[in-house]
């Protein structure tokens, strides 16, 4: 195999105009205009709207390289291009190549006969999608949902649906050579794939299939040798004839394992292919874990269980919600996609929902994901529309999409389960074609055939689920139902119901819920002038695409705290409010398993930034709700259901570890000034992956005597006398609490490696509070605490560059709930 990498440096230039600009590709037209100063920053305020242009625009990309006599005389030479975004038509050297439609798809031409040795010119005109939408739409509309700065009949192309805009995302229609692009050049045959099957039947070993997918271009007696690998270590090797499956027998099984429920060892599986005098033709290295990790559905007493199993070993899947991390994707980095994904490992989560309205992910966020013990839950990319299935071309194509997608990703241990679409059976799909749904007949020809057709000829250890949400028994258009599937639960939001509602959801796996927040004040003065800074101005309304997203925000945090007299504080409570909101739900469906086993909600991360439904924003930084996610999916879970009426307190303890766990709870009931009013220890032991009511407190007399806005409950699970868990609770909403100014004290130490540790302390109760670094980023091990009167809480905080003692002092402070409206 011969390859020329064309990636780098190209020139770009807008079809019927002569001047070109640098371009790189991979890339997008956005960026590249963006670094030659050619448009403003389509983030700041809103200059988004000043780029629209750019997506009605055709543009070509243009590329000179050389091509060596010898690779011409090569049997097979092929333009490899991994990702066009979208309707490309290539020319190579002024003669036609051929066209492109599919952003997903990996698309091969034949070169040979159109290259010559020296010299080449390669150019890449991709051409407008808003024309062919608008006139798809206008011959027959596919009704969607769609936000008034939407375009409606996206649905048409294969594209990157949010490209179009979404309810937290710009309108920024790009184009681009947006993966690599080569020339690849071979003789006899070449490899294109293998199929890795495992069998855990026997135990202290693991049995691989191997089957090695060869592409044959000329008659030869050809072999294939496979070597597995673990540490640089031959663990099994075989060879057999090519196109004959291998059997390669692992003993002494190192077993991966989701994040928090053991290691992510990772084994190398090495494919050779060779010719009759046994020289290697192609060599392909897929990595993998040796697991097995199935949907697990089963009658039980409430209905159908919907549950992941790991190595025979049902576990609750904690996580979130997976959109595009730029709305230019072409400007992720490995070491981007690593601080993110760290940063949900770092919050105990096991699972991302890569979301359908979005791509499939790069190469580099899988692989990370499979090191770090992530899952994911794999969507296709539909979302939110109907889809013109009763079109053949079309699902010619989309066919060829999903089996160079399953192709791609399916050796990859972190990918637990494919999914067909998001949200179309939540009210899209009806028994005929009407204003406002798909028949169910055409929707069945992809979602109910094509794609588990695919998914099962290609990667059949693996299952696949219709859609999310999706009801799998009854009624399908009861797509919430909460004895079996998933669900996603929008009535606190979009329903206005309150917190409290989400105790009494018995859903069997909540793969969507959410709740906004703006993000900090640093993100929001990158992208607004000192008059934009009013939750009610243009700019932030601009950067705020849920229509009634600002009006809940402010409306729900009324209902939960006082009002903030600042702009900053109302950023900052509104993070503490969302923070409440996703601590209600995922404690009460941890605390309810295994009737409900999984919880992900939406969303973690941001495309631009903007108010959304995020836990960490654009530029990486965590919100409230992140800290929070952090203590609420810890394996080991202390929490608390109160009720004010009878001043009842449930104390649960929640264990998601393979190992049972013995420890004391302790719990010490203050009044909001900080006195305390009485205080106590239990023995508590929880079995392995398990959650249970471990004890009851009585405080009615405390409620009586004290009323219940002038009651704190602290909460602690010790083992082997060390924290595991710590939680809050009150029988008031915090609005009504008589909180005393904290007095927070900081005691900081520098510790080398860059590091300072901050030691908090407070005369009074301080809850929500918070460490800031001014004109500085920084990572904190913890924020957003609530401080016990006279108990220290000690958080390393990890500023984004170098600073001296007296520096990074002078630039910290901390807040809590009451400076926010004091």
Not at 169 to 183: D, F, H, N
Request: aromatic share 10%.
């Amino acid at each position: 195999m011969q390859t020329i990498k064309l990636d780098g440096d190209w020139r770009v230039a807008q079809v019927g105009k002569r001047a070109s600009i640098p371009a790189v590709v991979p890339g997008c037209v956005h960026t590249d205009l963006l670094a030659a100063g050619k448009i403003p920053d389509p983030f700041y305020r809103d200059n988004e709207l000043q780029v629209q242009w750019i997506g009605e625009a055709d543009w070509v990309y243009s590329r000179r390289f050389s091509v060596p006599a010898a690779l011409l005389a090569r049997e097979r030479v092929l333009l490899r291009c991994e990702g066009l975004d979208t309707f490309a038509t290539l020319t190579l050297n002024g003669a036609p190549v051929g066209r492109a439609d599919n952003m997903f798809r990996v698309w091969e031409f034949e070169v040979k006969t159109l290259l010559k040795a020296g010299r080449n010119t390669l150019d890449v005109r991709f051409d407008s999608t808003i024309p062919y939408i608008n006139k798809k739409q206008a011959e027959r509309p596919l009704p969607g949902w769609n936000a008034p700065h939407e375009i409606a009949g996206r649905a048409y192309v294969r594209k990157e649906p949010c490209n179009y805009g979404w309810d937290w995302g710009p309108v920024l229609i790009t184009c681009g050579i947006w993966r690599p692009i080569s020339i690849i050049a071979f003789d006899t045959a070449r490899l294109t794939g293998a199929r890795i099957l495992q069998n855990h039947d026997t135990p202290g070993q693991v049995a691989l299939d191997v089957i090695p997918e060869v592409e044959q271009v000329s008659e030869a007696a050809l072999s294939a040798r496979v070597t597995v690998r673990f540490d640089g270590q031959t663990v099994a090797q075989a060879e057999a004839q090519a196109g004959q499956p291998l059997t390669l027998v692992v003993r002494n099984p190192r077993l991966w394992w989701p994040n928090n429920l053991g290691e992510q060892p990772l084994y190398d599986v090495v494919v050779e292919l060779m010719d009759g005098d046994r020289r290697v033709l192609d060599t392909l290295t897929k990595r993998i874990g040796l697991r097995t990790l199935t949907l697990d559905r089963h009658p039980d007493q409430w209905g159908e269980s919907f549950q992941f199993v790991v190595n025979g070993v049902p576990f609750f899947a904690t996580g979130g919600n997976w959109i595009p991390a730029d709305a230019f994707v072409t400007r992720m980095t490995r070491e981007r996609y690593r601080t993110l994904l760290q940063s949900v490992k770092d919050a105990n989560m096991n699972m991302l929902r890569v979301w359908g309205g979005g791509i499939y992910e790069h190469d580099d966020f899988y692989d990370l994901c499979d090191e770090m013990g992530i899952c994911v839950w794999q969507d296709f990319m539909f979302a939110c529309s109907t889809y013109p299935t009763f079109d053949d071309a079309f699902m010619a194509n989309v066919r060829a999409e999903a089996e160079d997608t399953v192709r791609r990703l399916r050796h990859h241990p972190s990918i637990a389960l494919w999914c067909g679409n998001n949200e179309l059976e939540q009210g899209l799909v009806g028994p005929a074609w009407t204003a406002r749904t798909m028949s169910w007949e055409d929707y069945g020809k992809l979602f109910d055939t094509l794609l588990p057709a695919v998914t099962g000829a290609l990667d059949p250890q693996r299952s696949y689920w219709p859609a999310s949400p999706h009801t799998p028994i009854g009624d399908r258009a009861n797509f919430n139902d909460p004895t079996c599937g998933d669900a996603h639960l929008w009535d606190v939001w979009h329903g206005r119901k309150p917190f409290e509602w989400y105790r009494t959801c018995e859903h069997r796996f909540n793969s969507e819920f959410g709740f906004q927040s703006f993000p900090e004040p640093k993100t929001v003065r990158d992208y607004t002038e000192p008059q934009d800074r009013n939750v009610t101005s243009w700019v932030m309304e601009h950067h705020q695409r849920s229509g009634i997203g600002n009006t809940v925000i402010m409306q729900y945090m009324l209902d939960w705290f006082r009002l903030p007299t600042a702009f900053d504080m109302t950023l900052w409570l509104s993070q503490i409010l969302q923070g409440m909101a996703m601590k209600y739900a995922v404690e009460h469906w941890r605390r309810a398993k295994p009737r409900g086993m999984g919880t992900l909600y939406w969303q973690i991360n941001d495309c631009w930034p903007v108010a959304s439904w995020s836990s960490i924003d654009y530029h990486g930084r965590w919100k409230a709700l992140h800290y929070m996610a952090r203590k609420f999916n810890q394996p080991l879970l202390v929490s608390a259901v109160e009720d004010a009426a009878t001043g009842r307190v449930d104390i649960h303890l929640t264990n998601d570890l393979r190992t049972s766990s013995a420890g004391m709870i302790t719990w010490q009931l203050t009044d909001a000034q900080g006195k305390l009013l009485t205080r106590g220890r239990q023995p508590a032991s929880i079995a392995p992956l398990a959650s249970a009511l471990v004890h009851t407190l009585d405080l009615s007399a405390f409620v009586a005597t004290h009323g219940p806005r002038d009651l704190m409950l602290w909460l602690e699970y010790r083992v082997k006398g060390k924290p595991a868990s710590t939680n809050f609770a009150t029988f008031a909403r915090p609005k009504h609490l008589e909180l005393a100014e904290p007095r927070i004290a900081l005691d900081v130490a520098a510790m080398g490696n860059d590091q300072f540790a901050v030691t908090l302390t407070a005369d009074k109760p301080a809850l929500w509070a918070w460490l800031e670094l001014a004109g500085m980023d920084a990572t904190f091990s913890d924020n957003f605490i609530h401080l016990f009167p006279g108990r220290s809480h000690r958080v390393i905080v990890t500023p984004s560059k170098p600073m001296t003692l007296k520096q990074f002092t002078r630039a910290l402070t901390a807040r809590s709930l009451v400076d926010t409206y004091r």
